[in-house]
């Protein structure tokens, strides 16, 4: 902005704007369920992210049990499963589409019968953490 009247002062020349980005990613579980038989000793669970990025995006994978079970149908962490080793998930930046990435988790056989076991696999991103 400029004037040739002397009596008019413009204190700010300028502004700033930012764009503030709008656009979304969707990182997701490439399977909703899994079933693995416990002599099977691994299971492998893989993330995909759906959409472009410019910058990394990660997520957070963790084990829990599922408080809405009875505790006969709980996994036991430790007995039955053991703790998810490397769970942080990085995408780097690229274009649309990216391969899927895997985590994998240890299954704990034993010889003891007993019930079928259930226990979950959570994702958050690391803001939610």
Request: glycine letters at 2%; aromatic letters at 6%; proline letters at 8%.
């Amino acid at each position: 902005m400029s004037t040739l009247d002397s009596a008019v002062e413009i204190p700010q020349p300028e502004l700033i704007v930012m764009i503030q980005d709008n656009d979304r990613v969707v990182v997701s579980f490439t399977e909703t369920e899994y079933v693995v038989n416990e002599s099977d000793l691994l299971l492998e669970v893989c993330v995909s992210l759906d959409g472009a990025t410019e910058v990394p995006v990660s997520v957070m994978l963790a084990l829990q049990p599922d408080d809405q079970l009875s505790p006969d149908m709980m996994a036991t962490f430790g007995s039955d499963t053991d703790v998810l080793r490397d769970p942080e998930i990085t995408f780097p930046p690229s274009v649309f589409p990216q391969e899927p990435i895997c985590r994998t988790v240890t299954i704990i056989n034993d010889t003891i019968f007993e019930n079928d076991e259930i226990f979950l696999v959570s994702m958050s991103t690391l803001r939610d953490r």
